[in-house]
């Protein structure tokens, strides 16, 4: 356990069900998991096996359509949409597949514009967080200039400029090769004593650091597995699927 004393976040019997004309389909069934803070946490499953949805219950981006998701005491589904994205936005980061940063910003710029104010503390903290990461060399390049695996953890220092208790990355290598891979998933390993960390990957190399990883299948949380068990146990290897060759 990190020394960080964040709330857990938790679902209860969370199901998220897409209706579609008279077929419902269950991109979450039942699912009931806690997620102790400042702990970093791998979710894996094949291709549509709910990944990406337990992410969004579990950070208040999707209510579940029956059961629930907090984030300590707060329920989200019990609360106004503007609240939960004000909680969000105090309380949370986000990593995504792709980086997203505006191609006319130098790496240092795109990391202030996510500070309440880009003042000179917020420029000094965005610095300081580069330095931290050995990436100080990239402050005043432009996307453009940067690799793929650059811009990747230009976009995970982005997240943690606001100290978030949590940082969600849903498949944040995915475009990457593996040295890049695990640069990014090192720096986001790196936050864990400030946060809790949670990372959709289909790579089970990317969780190899993770304290606890959770198999998704057909919705279901059908494990909760040490990384270790990943590789030796032959039923795990099934649920995650072989990561596509690159
Ligand atoms: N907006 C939507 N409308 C209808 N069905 C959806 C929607 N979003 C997701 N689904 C379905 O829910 C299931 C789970 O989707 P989800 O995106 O959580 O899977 P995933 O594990 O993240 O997959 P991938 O590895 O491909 O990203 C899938 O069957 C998907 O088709
Ligand atoms: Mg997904």
Aim: glycine share 8%.
């Amino acid at each position: 356990m990190g020394k960080f004393d964040g709330d857990a976040l938790a679902c209860e019997a969370a199901s998220l069900a897409y209706t579609d004309g008279e077929r419902t389909n269950y991109a979450l069934r039942d699912v009931t998991t806690t997620l102790a803070p400042g702990r970093f946490y791998g979710i894996m499953g094949p291709s549509g096996s709910g990944k990406s949805s337990l992410l969004y219950v579990l950070s208040g981006l999707k209510k579940p359509t029956q059961g629930s998701a907090r984030f300590g005491a707060f329920v989200y589904d019990r609360h106004a949409d503007a609240d939960v994205t004000r909680l969000r936005r105090e309380k949370f980061g986000f990593v995504f597949q792709q980086p997203f940063l505006l191609p006319y910003l130098s790496a240092l710029e795109n990391i202030i514009l996510a500070a309440p104010r880009q003042d000179k503390p917020a420029r000094e903290k965005a610095r300081a967080l580069l330095a931290d990461l050995g990436l100080n060399g990239l402050e005043n390049k432009l996307p453009s200039q940067l690799s793929g695996g650059e811009k990747q953890r230009v976009s995970v220092i982005r997240a943690m400029m606001n100290d978030p208790q949590v940082i969600f990355a849903d498949e944040p290598t995915a475009a990457l090769d593996h040295t890049n891979g695990h640069r990014v998933v090192d720096t986001l390993a790196s936050y864990r004593a400030r946060g809790t960390v949670v990372v959709v990957t289909h790579d089970p190399e990317m969780v190899g650091d993770a304290d606890e990883v959770l198999l998704l299948r057909d919705g279901l949380l059908a494990d909760v597995q040490q990384p270790a068990e990943l590789r030796t146990n032959t039923v795990s290897a099934r649920l995650v699927g072989a990561s596509p060759a690159r």
